[in-house]
Structure formats: C-alpha cells, structure tokens
C-alpha cells in the first residue's frame, strides 16, 4: 500500500480502530508513538482513535490492525450522539470494522478495489 | 429526558439568577449543558446538539458571589488569576464564612476544565458550588440540606476554578469539539474558524496539555526517559510544552497553589469512573499514603453505593462502577500498555502535593475521571446532557464529605455515609 493514499485535502485527522500489536515494539519511539494514540472510545479489545492520514501506514508497518471508519471526527461524533444507544453504536462500527478489513486485503493482494474509507 | 426535568432539578435559588448566558460577550461563555433555557447566541458548528445552552460563567459565578453574601456577609468572592493568552480570566470562586478575614480554617481546592473537550468536569465542578449556595440557609436552618451546607461553609474555605483552560473551551464549541488542549491556535490543526484550512497561528503560543505541563519533580526525569504519557510533539494532544509551566495558564494556577496552604484538592475530568491518586510521575511512591487511601477508599464505596440506584444510572441501563486507580496505572489499564508508559508528569494534583511537601503540610491531592466509564459504545466526550443528573447524584454527597473531613488525619467510612442523605 502507497503510504500516500491516504493524503486527502481539507482532512486533518481521521477516525480508526485500532488493535496494537502484543507486544509492543522494541524501539522506544515506536512503542511511544503506538501507546498515546488519543483514545476517544473502545471497540472490542481495540481502541478508537484520530490520527492524521499520514500516520496510517506507520501503524500498519509496527503492526497495529487499522480500520479507518470515519473521514472527520465530526463524522464520528455525529453517529455517537446521535446513536440511540451503545449497542446501536457497535454494530455500526462493527460493520465499518468488516468492510474495512475486506478492502483492505483486496488492495493488498493487488487488487486495487478498495481502500480505506480516507 | 425532558429540559424542564433538568431546570426543576437543578434550578436556581430564589435570589439567584442565571448568567444571561448569549450575552455578546463571547469571551466568557461556556457551557452548561443542564439547564433548559435555550439561549443560542451564534451559528453552532457541525455536529453540536442543536438543544444546548449557553452561560456566562463570568456572570454565573458573580450570580452565587452575590446570593451568598446576601445571606452571609463576607462569605463570598470571585476574583481573576490573571488573563489567559486569549484574553480570558482565570476566574476563582471563593466561598465560606469570613472568607476574607479568618484564614486558619480548612481550604478545600476543586478544580476541573484543564482539558477542553471534557465538559461535564467543569459543569460538575460549578454545580457542588451551586448546590452550597443554594442551599445555604439565611437564617436557622429549616431542613437536612440546610444544616449540611451551613456547617460546610461555616467551617471551611472552598475555592473553585471550574474552567482552567477557557481558550481551549471556546475553541471545543465554536470549531472543534474534541480539542483538549491550550492555545488552539498553536499547532498545525488550527483551524480559524469551522472547514477552514488547518495552519497553526505563527503569534500563538504552542498548543499544550495543560495537565502534562505542571513543574512536577520527575518531570524532567520522564521527559529524558521518552516513556511516559505525554509528547513532545506539539501536534500531539499529550504535548507537554518545551518546558515545565511554559503555558499561561499553569503559571498562574501554580501562583494560586504556591500562595495557598490546601488541606484538599480534587481536579474533575471525564471520561470514566476513577478516582485516582497521585503520585503520577513517581508511581511507587503512590502506595505510601496511608491517609489519601483512607479518603479514597471511603469515596469510593458512597459513590458505588449511589450509583448502584437505577436513578442514577449515566448513559447505560447499568450501574457506573467507579473504580480507584493510581493516576500512573490508568492509561495503562485503559490501553493495555505498559505501566512505564503510562506515568504522567506534570499533573496539577502531583504540583499541590509537592507543594505541600516542599512546605511540610499535609495535603490531599487526587483526580477524579467523571461519567460515561469506558466501553464499546461509550459516548465517551460526548455523552448527552441527561447524564448530568444521575452524575451528579453520584458525586454531590461525596464532594460534601470531602469537605467537611477535609483536614481529617484518618476518615471512616461513616464520616462519608453522614452525607448519603444528600441527593439520595
């Protein structure tokens, strides 16, 4: 994947799952880097974050699972004030969390299909 | 939940009067998100609840300055800390009899808004003042409530600064709710005004966690170990500033807590249910005060055994359990990272404790993390305004307690159940 892709004009930071890799790395900056993601929320034994756009193939290189599921985090604070109620919430990232790992081992086998949502 | 549930609860004292809140003066709003009356003041940006409302925190507190001195003279004030960058006061609320004139008695700290997008702390922090005021008698007192808050501010001096960090504030409502820092101006996610093009102001100073930026003894120690949660990126929203007390506003609250013997001190911020403990920088220490895990302990069960009620359920139809953690352990146990990771240097509550320390006084220091806890769907920053009155009832009996056992050398669990009655 181009560490480019995700270069997106007038986006500053996106919305992601993230599942840190276990353990960390060794480098210290590395493990630093992956330890302070801000975190806005959990899904599953993963945490919700926003990082800016660049940043995504570097926690991919240090192993962290990624799914980016929102463009802006007003997006994201939008569906969280508006979700009717926590499960209602899950299941809604749940189903960004899928489509977004499905895409993301297509344009790694080179299709070219899909990508993430940024 | 309907609005007017939230005003029948929460309302105003006879003799007090709500800030006007969508005055011109942008300067000094905030939010308080509890109150029915609906006063937008200016286009809100996107993704804002188009229901909130808005006050003066300037004019709220000069509101309970004035109720109080008006059933007790002398026994209120409000007075700036000095100006914040953005031209902002740093506003501290006084109250207790003779708060002028007799500094011996106990002086209790609460603090709260250090962190910009965490908005319940600063409401929270606003209304256990409120709740005093309010319910401070004029003459004999005529119920329970009453007595609670005639004994608490005739013997004791509290001091609030509900909104530390008020540029920032501003900057949540106008343009970027989830914007935690100081001086937003000062990294390359400034945006001058909502779906403007990011570019950090060059005249603003760098945008700093205003709770990584306290002159904490390891402070250094940590920067140089590079582990620890904070950065020294100022994009990062843990920049802890170039160096100790760099940010206007921590100079200033280190003034204020310099200048003043605290017996006590809470600092509010949201989110999860924690009561946490300092020493952030030097977690080992943490276990050695015997005194603070007595305060602790006994907070901890009251504040459990009310939200165990089904009134006082925040944003699930489950009990919060609040749980007690050192402040270095929380990071760690919320992000399943390492424990050397997760110190925290620079802290308000580890700066009154060294302060205290350095002057040889006791003082008890810790933070509490405010409602919603954290779990898949958490609304986390954003919770809804209906989690104020359960959250509060949770917290205003406890905050009471701490209070009054404010200079208590070993506090039991019935010095706390004393105020169960209190929003039961």
């Excluded at chain 1, 991919?60 to 994201?76: F, Q």
């Excluded at chain 1, 990232?93 to 086998?109: C, H, P, R, S, Y």
């Excluded at chain 2, 209790?108 to 005021?133: C, D, K, M, N, Q």
């Excluded at chain 2, 329970?144 to 949540?172: Q, R, S």
Aim: contains cysteine; proline residues 7%.
């Amino acid at each position: 994947m181009a560490d480019n892709e995700h270069t997106i004009v007038g986006v500053s930071r996106v919305v992601c799952v993230v599942k840190l890799p276990s353990p960390l790395p060794d480098s210290v900056e590395d493990a630093h880097f992956l330890s302070h993601l801000p975190l806005i929320g959990h899904h599953g034994d993963a945490i919700v974050t926003m990082v800016v756009p660049s940043a995504l193939p570097r926690l991919r290189k240090l192993g962290a699972e990624v799914t980016v599921i929102d463009n802006d985090v007003d997006d994201y604070l939008a569906r969280v004030m508006s979700a009717k109620s926590s499960d209602e919430l899950v299941a809604a990232i749940d189903k960004n969390v899928a489509k977004g790992k499905e895409d993301l081992a297509i344009a790694q086998a080179g299709g070219g299909g899909g990508k993430d949502k940024a | 939940m309907a609005h007017d549930d939230h005003f029948h609860c929460f309302a105003f004292p006879s003799g007090v009067t709500p800030g006007p809140g969508g005055s011109a003066k942008r300067t000094d709003t905030w939010l308080r998100v509890f109150s029915g009356i609906k006063l937008p003041m200016f286009p809100l940006p996107v993704n804002l609840p188009t229901d909130l409302t808005f006050y003066s925190l300037t004019d709220d507190l000069k509101a309970l300055v004035t109720a109080l001195n008006g059933k007790l003279a002398g026994s209120a004030k409000v007075e700036s800390l000095g100006q914040t960058d953005g031209k902002r006061d740093l506003w501290v609320l006084k109250i207790g009899a003779g708060i002028e004139k007799d500094p011996k008695k106990a002086r209790v700290l609460f603090t709260s808004g250090l962190h910009a997008r965490e908005w319940l702390a600063p409401t929270y922090t606003y209304l256990i003042a409120e709740w005093l005021v309010t319910n401070y008698p004029k003459a004999a007192p005529a119920n329970d409530m009453e007595k609670i808050a005639k004994d608490v501010l005739d013997n004791n001096h509290v001091w609030f600064v509900p909104m530390c960090n008020p540029d920032g504030h501003e900057y949540t409502v106008t343009t970027f709710r989830m914007h935690r820092k100081n001086s937003p101006g000062g990294d390359d996610f400034f945006r001058s005004a909502p779906g403007a093009t990011p570019k950090r102001d060059p005249a603003a100073a760098d945008s700093t966690d205003l709770n990584r930026n306290f002159d904490t003894k390891q402070w250094n120690a940590i920067r140089t170990s590079g582990k620890g949660d904070f950065s020294v990126d100022v994009n990062d929203e843990n920049f802890e500033g170039a160096t100790p007390a760099s940010a206007t506003e921590t100079k200033l609250l280190q003034k204020m807590i310099d200048n003043t013997a605290f017996d006590l001190a809470v600092d509010h911020h949201t989110f999860d249910c924690a009561i946490m403990f300092p020493y952030g920088d030097d977690p080992g220490k943490a276990k050695e005060d015997k005194r603070l895990r007595a305060f602790t302990a006994a907070m901890q069960k009251q504040i459990n055994g009310k939200a165990a009620k089904s009134a006082n359920q925040t944003t699930r139809s489950t009990p919060d359990t609040w749980r007690l953690s050192k402040i270095s352990d929380f990071y760690a146990t919320l992000r399943g990272i390492p424990a050397d990771e997760s110190r925290i240097p620079g802290s308000i509550t580890d700066y009154i404790i060294y302060v205290a320390e350095k002057a040889k006084r006791k003082t008890v220091a810790f933070a509490m993390e405010l409602p919603p806890m954290h779990y898949p769907g958490s609304p986390g920053f954003t919770p809804q305004e209906s989690i104020i009155q359960p959250a509060f009832r949770q917290l205003i009996g406890t905050s009471l307690a701490l209070i009054k056992n404010a200079t208590s050398a070993s506090p039991k669990d019935a010095d706390f159940a004393a105020f169960d009655k209190v929003a039961p």
